[in-house]
């Protein structure tokens, strides 16, 4: 006999262990859809990270120096101050050039250090001479007249940049 519902009035007793799969419980469920999100977030960290790593590409120290130095313009500098900034960010980009070009570690060197290892190291002579004015360019900067400073500045930048053309390896 069946009630207003459609279904038989009567209840039977359950008399044996009634058994629900894994896959139809709630802890199921949550996991399944953690496990969902943490695999999408790995699948779009991938992705942003392959396309990072696409666009970077990795240059040579010559090519890397030159973009830097690129970066560098003399008419934007006003006073001494700015003056000593960009002989300080010259010299020490040069040392880091020498350092990823020859390995020379010259970046916790002084100037007077730097001149007594570029002589052992045997560096080039026109290299050396070139490197060795413009490190002493940086120190007069704080003695110069203001007047001066743009034209020696921009000395100092064509001698950097020749540097930087004297030691690209031809190709």
């Not at 039977?12 to 199921?28: A, E, G, L, N, Q």
């Not at 990270?49 to 990795?58: G, Q, S």
């Not at 704080?142 to 540097?163: M, R, T, W």
Request: hydrophobic content about 45%; glycine content about 2%.
């Amino acid at each position: 006999m069946l009630n207003n519902y459609g279904f038989p009035s009567k209840f039977f007793d359950i008399y044996d262990f009634r058994f629900v799969p894994f896959v139809k419980t709630k802890t199921f469920s949550v996991l399944f859809i953690c496990l969902l999100v943490l695999t999408l977030a790995v699948i779009v960290f991938l992705i942003f990270y392959l396309i990072k790593k696409r666009k970077e590409i990795p240059l040579e120290p010559w090519q890397w120096a030159e973009a830097e130095l690129s970066k560098f313009s003399v008419s934007k500098l006003k006073d001494k101050n700015d003056f000593k900034i960009f002989y300080y960010s010259l010299t020490h980009l040069l040392k880091k050039y020498f350092t990823k070009r020859f390995a020379w570690k010259l970046e916790d060197k002084t100037d007077e250090e730097i001149e007594v290892y570029l002589q052992d190291v045997g560096a080039d002579l026109k290299i050396f001479e070139a490197f060795v004015v413009l490190l002493n360019s940086s120190v007069m900067v704080k003695f110069a007249d203001e007047s001066a400073l743009p034209v020696q500045a921009q000395k100092d930048l064509d001698i950097a940049k020749l540097i930087i053309s004297q030691t690209t390896p031809s190709s």
